[in-house]
């Protein structure tokens, strides 16, 4: 079992930044990639961000150039930069930690809301 505890988040205005991280905890050896999502209401769950165990990154399409993800292995922390925010970018974040041969593994969600 991996329990994931989310920080961050909150109410910024567009153009701004902020930082979300997230720290796993529980009974594993090796997290093999770890990252977010996010959901708009109504919307389909979208993929942010992803890190690999080696820091490969895939980046939605949408967040790609703003959002930087990294990761501490020796902390099994991953940590997502959100530069240059939009209002479109308002939704909750949930951090998700992938283990080779588990079902996906997710935190309970942290508002992210931009004003315009």
């Known amino acids: 079992q991996v329990q994931l505890v989310e920080s961050g988040g909150g109410l910024v205005q567009a153009g701004g930044s902020l930082g979300l991280s997230c720290t796993a905890s529980g009974s594993f050896s090796t997290i093999n990639s770890m990252g977010w999502y996010r959901h708009i209401p109504g919307k389909q769950r979208e993929l942010v961000a992803l890190i690999s165990s080696d820091y490969a990154t895939t980046y939605g399409d949408s967040v790609k150039g703003r959002f930087t993800i990294s990761r501490n292995n020796a902390k099994n922390t991953v940590y997502l930069q959100m530069n240059s925010l939009k209002p479109e970018d308002t939704a909750v974040y949930s951090c998700?930690?992938?283990?080779?041969?588990?079902?996906?593994?997710w935190g309970p969600g942290t508002q992210v809301t931009v004003s315009s």
């Open positions: 998700t930690a992938i283990i080779f041969g588990s079902p996906w593994y």
